[in-house]
């Protein structure tokens, strides 16, 4: 089955103690990305990633890393959490052949960080 | 960078009706735009999307629209069900792929019996 699979699904941890989002996908897309969801805000995106060691800034990608050293996954890594990324965290995956184009999303991670 | 608004935040229709979710956006190299569908506590879903050498696209009781020149795009859902309910959102991409999406701020569509 094709799909996004992200870990863990909810996680609450304390100011500044380091935590990584893994995310995995078995579509051999090329583009990876993370996006964050808050309400009345909707997806804003955080990095993504063209390929294997390529990697560039979305919109909001202060106080977040990434790495791709394979192409199936993705992780994101936040150094030292802070309040203000407490969020809803979607991985998304997606190919653009042929005319045809498609992001496919991760279950979430709902990140609580107190 | 892009900036993609998108109206109204809330919207309210009975079950038969109509419904239309408008988005403008800034960027006029944004030339791919898809709507998404998130179901409550769900992932959001592609449910249909339009490339910029296209007016119109329509896909059994949804249809999207776009007006280049005016920069804006709609999405319009006919015969509206009560699985409709849920939030949409509009995205553009001057990269013409799904890689690098800016999105609406959403649109809570409820659908009334």
């Known amino acids: 089955e094709a799909q996004v699979t992200q870990n863990p699904r909810y996680l609450i941890t304390v100011t500044g103690k380091k935590l990584t989002v893994t995310c995995s996908q078995n579509?051999?897309?090329?583009?990876m990305s993370w996006y964050r969801q808050d309400p009345g805000l909707g997806l804003r995106q955080i990095y993504y990633?063209?390929?294997?060691?390529?990697?560039d800034k979305g919109d909001v990608p202060e106080g977040y890393k990434v790495s791709r050293k394979e192409k199936r996954n993705f992780p994101l890594i936040l150094e030292s959490p802070s309040p203000n990324q407490t969020s809803l965290y979607f991985c998304?995956?997606?190919?653009?052949?042929?005319?045809?184009?498609?992001?496919?999303f991760g279950q979430g991670t709902r990140l609580t960080v107190v | 960078g892009e900036n993609v608004e998108q109206h109204p935040s809330t919207l309210s229709v009975q079950e038969g009706d109509s419904a239309v979710i408008k988005c403008t956006y800034s960027?006029?190299?944004?030339?791919?735009f898809p709507w998404y569908k998130q179901e409550l506590g769900k992932r959001p879903q592609l449910i249909i999307d339009?490339?910029?050498?296209?007016g119109e696209k329509k896909d059994q009781r949804i249809a999207v629209t776009l007006n280049k020149t005016a920069k804006h795009f709609s999405l319009h859902i006919t015969e509206t069900q009560p699985e409709d309910s849920a939030v949409y959102f509009c995205?553009?991409?001057?990269?013409?792929?799904?890689?690098?999406?800016?999105f609406g701020t959403g649109t809570r569509l409820q659908v009334t019996l």
């Open positions: 990633s063209m390929n294997v060691e390529v990697t």
């Open positions: 998304a995956s997606s190919f653009d052949r042929g005319g045809r184009a498609e992001a496919f």
């Open positions: 995205a553009a991409s001057r990269a013409g792929t799904a890689s690098k999406l800016t």
């Open positions: 960027d006029s190299a944004s030339n791919y």
């Open positions: 579509m051999n897309h090329e583009y």
């Open positions: 339009i490339r910029s050498n296209v």
